[in-house]
């Protein structure tokens, strides 16, 4: 939950323009899967002399999808009320222990009137965002290509929901004036401001006069919006990103084009989704003039939860970015990317649909030491394969990012 102590060294807000050697695709090595010689890895060097260092420790996750079998799946038939905390269960901790946890919301809360719906135009339960708020959630991005799904009435309703849980949001807006202020949050005493863009709304059009109610990705705004963070002092950049081609696992030019542009205007860390399967992860430096600086690039962080079962569409990961300042000369670094593979794992409970977002390397050794009933033998075939998949597409040659294998309860 909440923003807590903690913080950053590293780079500050300073404008670059220009970035980008292409770093990216970078060359897969084969990878070598036995856990043990990754175990070894990776225990992290103590760094010295803490007292002028915080430390801020932001966690992300991708897509936060509702369809149809997910809605049914919170359903309880006696009280006639719906419930979704149950599928975060297993991940909570770790969202929970994070300084500012953040995700993209990818649908609205247009209330039953307007029809709970799954696919292709998505509205779920004030419930889920009830479950995303006592799971930890703090910040919650809403532009993406479902923003329009109830049209301007899901926008609106979606934002009063998320402001009554007091859940931080930004991407979507109910008025122009709303859409022109920024989201900064402290965490840790650093101001981090937080933006969001979507290439577009699956084709759906604007209420008359309500342009200004989903952030569409354009350069010029983007500029001016990142412009206007740093005037505001925010210390660090974070820009939510809704882009890619669904199910592909690299990004294409558009996306690095993109992404290149917000790097070489002054983001810190840029956060993908959309593909609904993941995607490399980089900290790519940047130059301009003398000055240096890093970002933390997640192309695209897949789906947290879906009720997509084919194979890398089940599979994420819960992303750590952390992140210290210097108290002394206020420069904020990079320290490391890491990530926790996750799978949603789908079982029937008395013939209910039950989805639940595990850590994928803890719960193969749940289901080795026959502690977990759902995972039945062909769910843990797939898990396995899934934390493979994930591994690969994740693995970097930069050694600060690398998957996060000691686990909070473990
Ligand atoms: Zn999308």
Not at 61 to 68: L, N, R, S, W
């Amino acid at each position: 939950m909440g923003i807590k102590k903690s913080a950053i060294r590293g780079i500050i807000g300073l404008m670059f323009l220009l970035s980008a050697y292409n770093v990216y695709p970078q060359e897969t090595k084969l990878l070598q899967l036995e856990e043990e010689l990754q175990e070894v890895n990776i225990d992290a060097p103590e760094e010295e002399n803490k007292e002028n260092v915080t430390q801020i420790n932001l966690v992300s996750v991708g897509d936060i999808m509702m369809h149809e079998e997910e809605i049914i799946s919170g359903y309880h038939a006696k009280t006639k009320t719906y419930d979704y905390h149950y599928m975060f269960e297993p991940i909570k901790n770790y969202i929970q222990n994070a300084d500012l946890a953040i995700g993209n919301l990818e649908l609205t809360l247009a209330g039953k009137e307007k029809k709970y719906t799954g696919y292709p135009c998505f509205n779920a339960p004030d419930e889920l965002a009830l479950a995303l708020k006592d799971t930890g959630f703090d910040i919650l991005t809403t532009a993406n290509n479902h923003s329009l799904d109830r049209r301007f009435y899901g926008i609106k309703r979606t934002i009063q929901v998320l402001d009554k849980l007091q859940i931080l949001h930004t991407g979507t807006f109910i008025t122009s004036k709303e859409s022109n202020e920024m989201l900064i949050s402290e965490v840790n005493g650093t101001k981090i401001a937080f933006l969001a863009y979507t290439y577009g709304t699956n084709g759906i059009s604007f209420d008359k006069g309500k342009e200004f109610s989903v952030n569409l990705i354009n350069k010029n705004k983007m500029m001016n919006d990142i412009a206007k963070a740093k005037q505001l002092e925010a210390e660090l950049i974070c820009v939510s990103i809704h882009f890619g081609d669904e199910y592909v696992r690299e990004p294409n030019n558009k996306q690095k084009e993109i992404v290149n542009f917000i790097a070489s205007q002054g983001a810190d860390i840029i956060l993908g989704s959309h593909p609904h399967v993941l995607q490399p992860i980089e900290i790519r430096k940047i130059k301009k003039n003398d000055e240096e600086k890093e970002v933390v690039i997640l192309y695209s962080q897949g789906n947290f939860i879906s009720a997509q079962r084919d194979r890398y569409q089940d599979a994420s990961a819960l992303f750590n970015i952390e992140l210290e300042k210097n108290c002394d000369t206020n420069h904020i670094s990079i320290k490391s990317v890491t990530y926790i593979p996750t799978w949603v794992d789908l079982s029937r409970i008395n013939g209910q649909y039950h989805f639940r977002v595990l850590p994928a390397k803890k719960y193969i050794h749940v289901f080795e030491a026959k502690k977990d009933a759902l995972i039945s033998q062909k769910d843990y075939n797939i898990l396995k394969r899934s934390l493979k998949d994930v591994r690969q597409i994740l693995m970097s040659n930069d050694t600060r990012i690398h998957e996060q294998l000691t686990l909070l309860d473990e």
